[in-house]
């Protein structure tokens, strides 16, 4: 499941509440500074309490951080997340062929 949800979570069987929760922990990692009001109303119309979105923001805030502190500091990964990476992100390339949607931009030329 945990491999389904990383290659494609939209194609998943589910809940109307984690489906939200997905679309909004994408938009917080991607743009937060797009992140609305109407987003943590429409979390808690589908309900999702205060303290559950909180948490939510929580753990998102933390793989972010992480990420950017091994990024930040140039750690240098080793060859079997190489690889992994590589493989998603070549499925996530095939998935937006099929869908007609570009993939964003490579500025590091890691593809």
Known sequence: MVEQIKDDWRQMDLTEAEYAMLEWVEKLTRTPAM??????????????????????AHVC?????????????????????????RTGTERAAELAQQRGVAMPGDPWGIR
């Open 61 to 85: 805030a933390y793989f972010n951080f992480r990420v950017r502190m091994v990024d930040g500091f140039g750690l240098e990964l080793g060859a079997w997340q190489v690889n992994r990476s």
């Open 35 to 56: 992140c609305t009001e109407a987003d943590i109303q429409r979390l808690r119309d589908i309900g999702w309490t205060d303290r559950d979105i909180l948490d939510i």
